[in-house]
């Protein structure tokens, strides 16, 4: 059983920055996604056991940054210049079955339980 626990989120306003984080029972492909009210789970950003590679999506591209710190099982997610419109509940998720990043929750087989992130504006 993978375990997976996220810290992190906050309230701040538009134009901040906040860093979440994601504690994993052990070293797998990770990825982070997000839920706003009424609306389907979306995509964040991924990254690779390794590392080595990362997907975004296009709404964070040169805004969120994701990383890894593989001594510590730790993936973070970096979020610059937030907007309104970042407000959501951010999920992030472990793919035992493939090492490589990815942008589909399918792939994904172990999800934390979430930590709320609030954009005032």
């Known amino acids: 059983q993978v375990q997976l626990v996220e810290s992190g989120g906050g309230l701040v306003q538009a134009g901040d920055s906040l860093r979440l984080s994601c504690a994993a029972s052990?070293?797998?492909?990770m990825g982070w996604f997000r839920q706003a009210p009424g609306k389907e789970r979306e995509f964040v950003a991924s990254?690779?056991?390794?590392?080595?590679?990362?997907v975004y999506a296009d709404s964070v591209k040169g805004r969120f940054t994701i990383s890894r710190d593989n001594a510590k099982n730790t993936v973070y997610l970096q979020m610059n210049s937030l907007k309104p419109e970042d407000t959501a509940v951010y999920y992030c998720a472990a793919k035992t079955r493939w090492v490589l990043a990815g942008k589909t929750s399918r792939e994904y087989d172990y999800w934390g339980q979430g930590t709320q992130v609030t954009v005032s504006s």
């Open positions: 052990g070293r797998y492909a």
């Open positions: 990254i690779s056991q390794s590392g080595g590679g990362t």
